[in-house]
């Protein structure tokens, strides 16, 4: 078995004793030349920094902040909150689930067993958490980011992985790469107690202070005190050595060093991660040339529900003004005044012999004419069509709409948009198993033991690891050495559970072709034809059944 030193490295760093160095390829030098590539790189981040934050106001239903002329007493509507709620919940609808498939024969084993495995581990993370806060971060700035690493201290300092739910204010890229896997450097900087790293790491004692990097926040309503924290930077980056492009990894805080892959003779010729990939996912909404981030919903709404607040404010204000009456009073007429305001009082007194018309006269105000009226409810119609939230996507109908399978073939055609969101989400869960399945191959050394819940409801105990993903022994053909074959698998995302608008159109697929007799036995053969021209779920099974 080989040497895991990648399992203990946090234990010795927190003693002092950092790593087992034997060259010494990354310097203050190295550091400080990285700084300045972190500042380069916020930067080029910043006008997007600016929009997430302002998104999150919008969210929150805050934006009358953000937008000028604003006196503090205007009143903000939920379409847009209600739409971005809508869209969580079909993402939740359509929770993933990962099906691992071999390319050969021989791996057909290991990839049942994979799938399985895959799924306890994502389990084990408190995934569906992370899958939801993830999804809200990405219907809000357009960009959800999953971090997925090997912690050494996991399962009583065996190992295991560990997904996270990143902040896109903490992560830097290069400007203008669309894939950040072809960006040279990537950053991720975390505040830290300034009292935890000491206890982490005693040689940053008497080397801390406010922290020297500069990280954009949100607007919180609590104040957030940040003086005595520090930035401690996770830099990635990318480096050809021997020909092979290898992944390293550098830790550091206010310009000291932490650890370094390059400075460790295990990690300096491959890498601190043998998949040489950033351990980061990018789940992008709706893509922007040059960027590996794109725009959310709210970018899309925010324009619409300006306008419908303004409007909305408007038609109050001029109810108000209707419901609470106003009058010019002539001073010479000499009404009391107090007496006339107080409506519970049954006499007002007047002084002098005359009261005419004009002593007390009314203040009229006009109502809204129902045009402005109008052009409130289109600009609600087109924030919901916008975003594709129309009625009959939360479960309403237009009327005269009754039939059941009407309202079916409403809703499944009205959530298409619903189904392209989710795909994309769902090829960040297919990269996401991707990089799970090499940390498995890299770092599975020792037997796990994990409970495996069968197809009939059992339960079953089962010891893996790695050795069903190494690399086959080396071949000898006609005295040509060949590399041994690398088991590969292709991973295939599908929703755990189906979600209730596909559901109704199945149930009313099912009633149909009963009612058209295809499960009569005597038209077994005509109902199968016809069947093979179809495509639903579940045809396969339909299929064996009819057979």
């Not at 896109?168 to 991720?188: A, C, H, T």
């Amino acid at each position: 078995m080989k040497e895991n030193k990648k399992i203990n490295y946090n234990k010795e760093i927190s003693d002092g004793s950092l790593y087992n160095q034997t060259i010494n390829t990354i310097t203050k030098d190295e550091i400080d030349k990285a700084l300045e590539i972190l500042n380069k790189y916020k930067e080029g981040k910043k006008n997007f920094e600016a929009r997430i934050i302002d998104n999150e106001q919008w969210f929150k239903m805050r934006h009358w902040e953000q937008m000028r002329n604003s006196t503090g007493d205007e009143f903000a509507s939920a379409w847009l909150f209600n739409s971005i709620a809508n869209k969580h919940a079909d993402a939740m609808d359509n929770y993933p689930r990962v099906n691992c498939l071999p390319r050969e024969v021989s791996d057909k084993e290991t990839a049942n067993i994979l799938t399985e495995i895959l799924s306890v581990v994502f389990e084990r993370n408190d995934f569906e958490k992370i899958y939801s806060d993830t999804w809200w971060y990405k219907l809000k700035a357009g960009t959800g980011v999953y971090g997925i690493f090997w912690n050494p201290k996991k399962q009583n300092g065996l190992g295991d992985i560990e997904i996270k739910q990143l902040n896109l204010l903490n992560i830097f890229w290069e400007p203008g790469v669309r894939d950040i896997q072809k960006s040279k450097n990537m950053f991720y900087v975390e505040l830290t107690d300034n009292d935890v790293l000491i206890s982490m790491y005693p040689q940053l004692k008497g080397k801390l202070g406010t922290s020297t990097i500069e990280v954009s926040k949100y607007i919180y309503d609590d104040s957030v005190d940040t003086a005595n924290k520090s930035a401690v930077v996770d830099w990635y980056y990318k480096k050809f050595i021997n020909g092979t492009e290898a992944l390293h990894y550098c830790k550091f805080c206010n310009g000291e060093i932490l650890y370094a892959s390059e400075n460790d003779d295990i990690y300096y010729e491959k890498g601190f991660y043998s998949h040489g990939q950033y351990p980061f996912v990018f789940d992008t909404l709706f893509v922007e040339e040059g960027t590996p981030c794109g725009f959310g919903y709210i970018d899309i709404m925010k324009d619409a529900q300006k306008q419908i607040d303004i409007l909305n404010n408007a038609l109050i204000k001029n109810a108000v003004m209707g419901t609470n009456k106003r009058y010019f009073i002539n001073s010479s007429g000499a009404v009391n005044e107090e007496e006339f305001a107080d409506w519970s009082n049954s006499f007002v007194h007047v002084n002098g012999s005359n009261l005419g018309d004009d002593s007390i006269r009314e203040i009229k105000s006009n109502p809204v004419p129902e045009i402005y009226l109008g052009i409130l409810n289109s600009k609600i119609d087109e924030l919901k069509e916008t975003s594709g939230n129309r009625d009959f996507s939360q479960g309403g109908v237009s009327s005269g709409v009754t039939a059941a399978s009407a309202i079916a073939a409403l809703q499944e055609a009205g959530s298409k948009l619903t189904r392209d969101m989710v795909k994309g989400g769902f090829r960040a869960f297919c990269e996401l198993n991707k990089l799970a399945i090499e940390l498995i191959r890299e770092f599975y050394d020792e037997p796990r033991f994990f409970r495996i819940v069968l197809p009939n409801g059992n339960e079953e105990f089962i010891s893996y690891d790695n050795s069903g993903l190494m690399n086959e022994k080396e071949s000898n053909i006609f005295g040509v050495a060949i590399d041994g074959r690398k088991p590969v698998f292709d991973i295939k995302v599908s929703s755990e559970k189906s979600s209730p608008f596909t559901k109704i159109s199945q149930n009313e697929l099912a009633l149909q072709l009963y009612n058209a007799g295809m499960f009569n036995p005597e038209y077994r053969e005509q109902a199968i034809f016809a069947i093979n021209m179809m495509d639903f779920e579940g045809k396969s099974e339909v299929l064996n059944r009819l057979r």
